[in-house]
């Protein structure tokens, strides 16, 4: 909670930085008006020293140097310094009012400087203060504890002070380069976000149109192939190209659907993601388009989480589109091994590895992000037997409680040849 103190602190502070000569200026002659009163005070039954105004002139000239303590602080404490002595010592009574230039020098010094300039000015300054003091004519009424300790603790007030303000200061300083940082940081998270979605939107566009028109552009091709030899077959393939381009249609919709999530504030109308669900419809489809694809199982199948089942699904896909695009092989073979905490998925062909697909193309790539955003890792290359062979390693449980466990996994998972770690 805010108190009325710091709440006309902070209105002083913010109109002095919008207006700071008028300020430096009514700084300026108020104390003047006090070094003045100061100069004509004395004890009881004492008039005050006659020093032909030399004095008062000099407390006047070094409160107007007060102008300069934003650029020079140090030179304004010893000029005010000095002067101050010397009225000391021409026999002005030692009274707030007369040290007032001094107090004001010192609390910019505190504020301005740092704490070793501080203290070192400081107590040089309160050293030839107490000296001036103890050899003054004008204090020879006041014991000598009360010497000290007077200009003692004026002197330490204004020190005190300054420190109050400069830590204020920093903190605040320190709460707003905070609050900069983390508006900052906030608007590159959000960059960051959203270059992100917008790769995992074109991940997920690649794969749709690939993979629907790489098969449809197959099945056409067979269906035109036996159109005269056997038109049995090649009816059932045009039927089939047609759930496969209304299937096309569908995951299309589903994927740009994404972009208008306010229209649809609780998922209506979007297909839910594809997952090793859906595996016997897509080998089906592939089946439908002349590439017999045959599907192992090794160990107990376990379900995978909603990012991993999508992964695999996805990658399972793009390998066999490349199969159907890039080779001259009929058949496929795709592998699911269930390991203790990983699932290792490989998708091999026979044909010649002189048709494999180039290593650095976005269908590739985008199953290497795919692995990688899961916590999973993706190998792919030509066989040694001729061929190709895509090989990843997902984890079965999230990520971020089995990162460690899945990477280690895949480390020792066997990667075809023509392709590094």
């Known amino acids: 909670m805010i108190t009325k ?10 109109y002095a930085e919008r207006f700071p000569h008028a300020v430096d200026v009514t700084m300026v002659l108020s104390v003047i008006g006090c ?4 100069t004509q005070l004395s004890f009881p039954g004492s008039p005050p020293p006659d020093s032909g105004k030399l004095t008062e002139i000099l407390l006047g000239l070094s409160c107007l140097f007060l102008l300069k303590y934003r650029t ?7 000029v005010v310094g000095l002067v101050t002595v010397v009225a000391i010592v021409r026999g002005y ?10 107090l004001v020098a010192v609390y910019w010094l505190a504020v301005l400087c740092d704490r070793r300039t501080t203290r070192l000015y400081g107590a040089a300054i309160g050293a030839v203060l107490l000296t001036a003091t103890v050899a003054s004519d004008a204090m020879d009424g006041v014991s000598l504890v009360l010497r000290v300790i007077g200009p003692v603790f004026w002197l330490a007030l204004p020190v005190a002070a300054g420190r109050s303000t400069r830590l204020r200061r920093d903190y605040l300083e320190a709460v707003q380069a905070r609050a900069e940082y983390a508006e900052r940081t906030r608007d590159e998270e959000a960059r960051l976000r959203v270059a992100e979605e917008r790769m995992r939107i074109a991940r997920e566009l690649h794969d749709v149109v690939a993979h629907h028109l790489a098969l449809a552009n197959a099945q056409a091709g067979t269906a035109a192939h036996l159109v005269r030899a056997d038109p049995g077959q090649s009816e059932r393939i045009l039927r ?3 759930g496969t381009t209304s299937s096309a249609l569908r995951e299309l919709k589903a994927t740009l659907g994404l972009l208008r999530e306010d229209d649809h504030p609780e998922g209506e109308g979007l297909e839910p993601a594809p997952g090793l669900a859906r595996l016997p419809e897509l080998i089906a489809a592939y089946e439908s388009a002349g590439l017999d694809v045959t599907v192992t199982t090794e160990g107990e199948p376990r ?16 390998a066999l589109t490349n199969v159907s695009k890039h080779a001259s ?16 998925i490989t ?13 650095g193309g976005y269908g590739l790539m985008g199953m290497r992000e795919r692995a990688h955003s899961v916590g999973g890792e993706l190998r792919a290359g030509p066989r040694p037997e001729g061929g190709f062979e895509v090989t990843t390693a997902l984890p079965l449980q999230p990520y971020a409680a089995t990162a460690p466990a899945s990477a280690s996994a895949s480390a020792t998972a066997p990667a075809p040849e023509g392709e590094t770690p």
């Open 240 to 242: 089939d190209l047609t």
């Open 35 to 38: 070094a003045i009163l100061g």
């Open 5 to 14: 103190r710091e709440r006309y602190a902070g209105r002083f502070e913010n």
């Open 303 to 318: 379900p995978l989480s909603p990012g991993a089942d999508l992964t695999a699904y996805r990658i399972v896909q793009e």
């Open 93 to 102: 009574l030692i009274t707030p009012l007369l040290l007032a230039p001094l």
């Open 329 to 344: 092989a009929h058949s496929a073979r795709v592998r699911f091994t269930y390991a203790d905490v990983r699932l290792l």
């Open 72 to 78: 020079r602080p140090r030179a304004v404490v010893v």
């Open 347 to 359: 998708v091999s062909n026979d044909g010649p590895a002189t048709a494999a697909p180039a290593t």
